[in-house]
């Protein structure tokens, strides 16, 4: 299928500042500096296999476009499946403010008619975020986003943690519903809990590998930033960046992802280890 945004080869490759590069950073980075580290090394590393300076991603369930402004930041084409209208609106808002409209596409869909809309084995990585938790079928939402890579791409994953829901719950006081959140098959706390399902890192690693990926790195996403409180990271001078160096140092440690609030998995087709 092809791109219509898709913009001529000689387009030179943008300056925009991504999430990580900004002067000044905020609260919010601290939900998405660990993820986009990994996102970002792991185009990087895409770009010098393949030779190509820009690539082809897909960001299913982007919405508008915390990631895929960004991408396109880096000089890539990128492509956002998302079933809300008004997410995808907004996507097109933001992506013209950062100026990079033209390697921005917003289609309207979802994760199981995702070859309604796509092609499959056409993208060097697929993002796949926030997704799993509200599919009926996790497992088809991951071998549909694996159908989409091309032989050697790779697979940006991240949802909901159960430890840290469990850990979040404990720490307000909520200790019934924090066994019940242990004890449920979903991981839920109960029937008022917005999230419809949560992972621990080895069922998302087991859906990776059996969708045919090897697993490049897993890592604990937000494990102190939704526990500290607010007032002194927002008041405390260096707070953000101090908080920003504990996240990554932890994020890779395998006795922090227990109780991460997200869990990201890196995973990348066996072209992609041997290129």
């Not at 082809?56 to 890539?76: I, K, M, Q, R, Y």
């Not at 997410?87 to 990079?100: I, K």
């Not at 419809?196 to 080895?202: G, S």
Request: charged share 25%; net charge negative; hydrophobic share 45%.
């Amino acid at each position: 299928m092809s791109d219509p945004m898709r913009p001529p080869a000689s387009h030179p490759r943008p300056q925009t500042a991504s999430p990580r590069s900004e002067p000044s950073r905020s609260r919010s980075a601290l939900r998405t500096a660990v993820v986009w580290d990994v996102l970002q090394d792991a185009l990087d590393r895409r770009v010098k296999a393949t030779g190509r300076q820009t690539l082809d991603v897909l960001d299913t369930g982007g919405g508008s476009g915390n990631f895929a402004v960004p991408v396109a930041g880096l000089g890539h084409r990128v492509t956002v499946v998302d079933p809300s209208p008004n997410a995808l609106f907004a996507l097109e808002r933001r992506a013209a403010e950062a100026g990079v409209a033209e390697r921005v596409r917003g289609v309207q869909g979802d994760a199981r008619g995702l070859f309604d809309v796509v092609e499959r084995g056409g993208y060097d990585a697929v993002l796949c975020h926030g997704v799993l938790e509200y599919v009926d079928d996790p497992a088809e939402g991951v071998r549909n986003a694996v159908a989409a890579l091309r032989a050697d791409g790779v697979l940006s994953l991240l949802a909901a943690g159960l430890g840290g829901a469990v850990l979040a719950r404990a720490l307000a006081g909520h200790f019934t519903e924090a066994r019940q959140a242990l004890a449920d098959p979903d991981g839920r706390w109960g029937t008022g809990d917005p999230v419809p399902r949560r992972f621990t890192a080895e069922q998302l690693t087991g859906l990776v590998e059996a969708a045919g990926l090897r697993i490049g790195a897993v890592h604990g996403v937000r494990v102190f930033a939704d526990l500290v409180p607010g007032v002194l990271v927002d008041t405390e001078p260096g707070a953000v960046d101090a908080l920003l160096k504990l996240e990554a140092a932890a994020a890779e440690l395998a006795a922090f992802h227990s109780v991460a609030t997200q869990l990201h998995v890196l995973g990348e087709t066996r072209g992609a280890e041997e290129s």
